[in-house]
């Protein structure tokens, strides 16, 4: 282990291991799969373990173990000292380099995408620029896994909200991912070349919209942290996920869902890291004449749906766990619902 990957790791490792687990009961991951190894603490404790050399990270039973995190944050939340749990376990998957994250690091250096796929063929026949001010980047959950229809829907909406077409971004193999996948497996260098890269890619507009809320993060959140104001970074525009950008033009979809009944659930990207909680629900209330109705946690206390973090990789069958709890409190509440609305992909997809 470098000197800079153990000083990385030394702090929150340690703040973690010698905590009485406040934060246990926050975790959906532990919650859904019922086991003490999964729980923050436990997790973290592995890595404190690992850095001083009493357990290899690389052990079979070590890697399952870090990567069973979603990346919700909900410990984080709940923790006073605000540790970066997710983070820490992040770049020690670097360290413990599964032959999965081996694999995905290698075709994601050859074709910027864990899985070799090209996302601009889905884009075929969709307009298209570099210079176009406003400009849509669907992500690798809306192309890869909903397809042309999903991504047709959310262009007739954005051309709606700005009254005219908004082209979709000129991605192409090599640099077409938010890097998401490579950042969950801590591979920071891999996510670094790639921002570059997709900073050339939307040198020329001033705001791209994301359906992702975790692609909205990379691109604001996480290049801020790795980049800063150097290297190139100074070049990209404003990045915000789709909710956020029709909800400033809400009025032009006032009754398109008139009386439809909705119950919100707040994406972890979205809301518990991007603090957005009131453009989907002010977005919902006017197309549906009505307020949404809220789980019975929402906001910063919603309970994740299992969708991030590589989690389904890991674990298809936890994350379904997580979204099948997360579904079955729908009905709770003094009100029914027709239908449950998010603002995420991988959570709907799940």
Not at 120 to 131: M, P
Not at 148 to 168: C, M, N, Q, S, T
Not at 186 to 215: I, Q, R, S, W, Y
Request: hydrophobic share 35%.
């Amino acid at each position: 282990m470098s000197h800079d990957a153990d000083a990385a790791l030394a702090r929150p490792a340690t703040l973690c291991a010698f905590c009485p687990k406040m934060c246990r009961s926050a975790c959906p991951v532990s919650e859904a799969e019922k086991r003490e190894t999964v729980t923050p603490w436990a997790k973290m404790s592995l890595v404190h373990l690992g850095r001083s050399g009493q357990v290899a990270l690389s052990q079979q039973g070590a890697q399952k173990a870090l990567e069973a995190c979603t990346g919700c944050g909900a410990c984080t939340e709940q923790c006073a000292h605000g540790n970066p749990v997710t983070e820490t376990l992040f770049s020690a998957r670097a360290l413990a380099e599964t032959p999965r994250s081996r694999a995905y690091a290698e075709a994601f250096k050859k074709t910027g995408d864990v899985k070799e796929r090209d996302h601009a063929r889905v884009a075929d026949g969709f307009l298209k620029s570099r210079a176009a001010s406003v400009a849509y980047f669907p992500g690798c959950a809306r192309s890869g896994h909903d397809g042309r229809a999903a991504i047709e829907k959310d262009l007739r909406a954005l051309g709606l909200a700005f009254g005219h077409d908004v082209p979709v971004t000129d991605h192409r193999v090599g640099a077409q991912c938010c890097g998401y996948p490579v950042y969950a497996d801590g591979n920071v260098d891999l996510v670094e070349e790639n921002l570059l890269k997709m900073a050339e890619v939307f040198a020329g507009h001033e705001l791209v919209v994301t359906p992702d809320p975790g692609c909205a993060y990379l691109f604001t959140t996480v290049r801020e942290a790795l980049l800063g104001r150097s290297r190139g970074a100074r070049s990209f525009p404003q990045v915000v996920p789709l909710v956020e950008a029709l909800a400033t033009r809400a009025d032009r979809f006032a009754g398109a869902a008139r009386d439809v009944v909705v119950r919100y659930h707040d994406p972890c990207y979205l809301a518990r890291r991007g603090r957005t909680f009131d453009a989907p629900r002010r977005l919902l209330g006017v197309a549906t004449g009505r307020p949404p109705l809220e789980f019975v946690r929402h906001h910063d206390d919603a309970d994740c749906a299992g969708g991030g973090g590589l989690y389904p990789v890991s674990n298809p069958e936890g994350s379904k766990e997580m979204a099948r709890r997360r579904a079955s409190v729908a009905g709770q509440g003094p009100a029914p619902c027709d239908v449950v609305v998010t603002a995420c992909p991988s959570a709907r997809r799940n």
